[in-house]
């Protein structure tokens, strides 16, 4: 099963932004629908959006506008630029798989706190 090591979190102000690393192992990350999703204090891990191996994105309708999903193939890593947070976004963030079939286990995740 792929791995993976997600980076970049911390704390940040409310409309401030961060930019969320992902990085797999593997040689068939590039065939792979790669989704974030994350995890609020209290709350069941949710799915935030997802990147499609030709680069098509799709997102939940509370990140539209504000969250951006990019890869980088070459590098086997996904993004997720994160503007105007807001403290509802606050919450462990994790990448993975889309398919079932090729998930795999579930990483540390980044902490991404978003407080006045």
């Known amino acids: 099963q792929v791995q993976f090591v997600e980076s970049g979190g911390g704390l940040v102000q409310p409309g401030g932004s961060l930019r969320l690393s992902c990085a797999a192992s593997g040689s068939a990350f590039s065939d792979y629908e790669m989704g974030w999703y994350r995890q609020a204090p209290g709350k069941q891990r949710e799915f935030v959006g997802r990147?499609?191996?030709?680069?098509?994105?799709f997102y939940i309708a509370s990140v539209k506008g504000r969250f951006t999903i990019s890869r980088d193939n070459a590098k086997n890593t996904v993004y997720l630029q994160m503007n105007n947070l807001k403290p509802e976004d606050t919450a462990v963030y994790y990448c993975?798989?889309?398919?079932?079939?090729?998930?795999?286990?579930w990483g540390q995740g980044t902490q991404v706190t978003v407080s006045s």
């Open positions: 990147i499609s191996s030709s680069g098509f994105t």
């Open positions: 993975n798989t889309v398919d079932f079939q090729t998930r795999g286990s």
